[in-house]
C-alpha cells in the first residue's frame, strides 16, 4: 500500500483534499437535488408522475430509490455528484485508516523508544518531582504544627492560676 510509506503530516495533507472533495461533493448533491425539486415537471397534481412512470415504493434502500430517479432524470448531475462523493468518501477513508500505521512506522523508524515509553517516562520524572516537593511541605506542616502546639502551651501557662 502506498500509503504505509507517506508521512503522516503528508497523510493529513492528502486526507484534506480529499474531505474537501467530499464537502464539495456533498455540496453538488444537495444543490442537484434542489434543482431537481425545483423543477415544475416533477410537481404534477395528477396521481401518475408526469413521464408517465410509476414510483415503486421506496423500501429504503438506496437501489430502489436510484433506479427510479434514474429513469426519471437519464443521470445527470446529481448521479454524477454521488459517484464523486463516494469515490471521495472512499479515498478519504483510506487515507484515515493509512494514518495509525504511519505513526507505528515513523515510531520504530526514528526513535528505537516508542512514544509511549517516553511520555511512561516523563510522567515517572514528574511523579518523583511531586514526592519530593510532598515531602518537603509535609516538613514545613510539620513544623508548623510543633510552633502551633508550643504556642498553645505558653497561652495555657499564661492563663492558668498562678499557685501561691
Known amino acids: 500500500m502506498e500509503e504505509t510509506n507517506k508521512s503522516t503530516q503528508e497523510l ?5 483534499k480529499y474531505l474537501e472533495d467530499t464537502i464539495e461533493s456533498a455540496f453538488q448533491i444537495l444543490s442537484s437535488m434542489n434543482d431537481e425539486l425545483c423543477n415544475p415537471h416533477f410537481w404534477s397534481t395528477s ?14 434502500d438506496a437501489t430502489s430509490s ?6 426519471e432524470t437519464g443521470g445527470g448531475a446529481l448521479d454524477e ?3 464523486r462523493h463516494r469515490s471521495s468518501v472512499a479515498a478519504l477513508r483510506s487515507v484515515i485508516n493509512a494514518i495509525p500505521n504511519s505513526r507505528k512506522a515513523k515510531a520504530y523508524d526514528n526513535d528505537p523508544m516508542s ?8 510522567l515517572e520524572e514528574r511523579a518523583s518531582e511531586l514526592r519530593k516537593e510532598l515531602e518537603d511541605k509535609n516538613k514545613y506542616l510539620k513544623l508548623l504544627i510543633d510552633q502551633l502546639r508550643e504556642l498553645i502551651t505558653d497561652i495555657s501557662t499564661w492563663q492558668s492560676p498562678v499557685a501561691v
Open 47 to 60: 396521481s401518475s408522475p408526469p413521464n408517465g412512470h410509476h414510483h415503486a415504493p421506496n423500501n429504503g
Open 81 to 83: 455528484a454521488r459517484i
Open 115 to 122: 512514544t509511549d515509553e517516553l511520555d511512561a517516562e516523563k
Open 66 to 71: 436510484d433506479t427510479t430517479h434514474q429513469s
Open 12 to 16: 493529513a495533507i492528502e486526507g484534506q
